[in-house]
């Protein structure tokens, strides 16, 4: 089996992945000519900010090997690796790697950075980038496109005038203010009566004699008023 046939097994592991709703990005790990790993994009799937497709398919080709060191094996992915899947390539000693796509973002293997090859490490592997690239490209660009569009569409819907069957449902009909009463209780009454008078006591002690006089006259007029409020 050629590269061609090893990356169409891993676009298709992207395009699980875009099934699942998750960015559709697929990878397969080969050995001896058999896909030993496969693995695709499972971020919103397992909650997990390190399953990216090339480690998913690194970790099952560890575990069909029984060993974290994948020597003479190749690894088959539809987008350029990014930092964190570059040193786990470099870690696993992995010896092709044959990409699709580039990634300008985030890509790892000369697009923003260069971690592969690079002259201070010791590991050296085969780079083979380009491959299908048209086509996996295009599988991300729809993608995203198709987000875009499912967010805007969501946007405008929730701008949307509401019904006239939301406003009525929703509607409050204002509440009218109490008008206050013209009529006052006897008790009420009565009861101001009362504090006016504490009132006028207070105040009779910094006042003259004749304005004492005028006072108690005032009070026996209110004492009356009690009275007549408590009778009826």
Do not use: W
Request: charged content about 25%.
């Amino acid at each position: 089996m050629d590269d061609l046939t090893h990356l169409r097994a891993a676009i298709a592991e992207a395009q699980a992945a875009e099934a699942n709703g998750e960015v559709p990005v697929g990878a397969v790990v080969v050995h001896n000519n058999q896909i030993i790993g496969r693995g695709q994009n499972r971020v919103l799937s397992d909650s997990d900010p390190t399953a990216h497709a090339e480690i998913v398919a690194l970790r099952e080709a560890g575990l069909a090997l029984k060993n974290y060191r994948l020597e003479d094996c190749t690894l088959y992915v539809t987008l350029e690796p990014c930092a964190m899947c570059a040193g786990a390539i470099l870690h696993a000693r992995i010896a092709r790697l044959v990409y699709a796509a580039p990634d300008p973002k985030a890509g790892a293997c000369g697009s923003v950075l260069s971690v592969l090859n690079h002259p201070a490490l010791n590991h050296k592997l085969e780079l083979v980038p380009g491959l299908l690239a048209e086509e996996c490209g295009a599988l991300l660009t729809n993608f995203f496109r198709k987000r875009r569009l499912e967010k805007s569409s969501a946007r405008i819907l929730g701008k949307e005038a509401p019904t006239k069957e939301a406003l009525v449902a929703t509607k409050k009909t204002p509440k009218k203010p109490k008008k206050p009463s013209k009529n006052v209780s006897p008790k009420k009454q009565a009861s101001s009566i009362r504090m006016l008078d504490l009132h006028i006591k207070r105040a009779a002690k910094n006042l003259s004699s004749s304005r004492h006089v005028e006072l108690e006259k005032a009070k026996k007029r209110l004492s009356k008023k009690i009275a007549k409020a408590k009778k009826s």
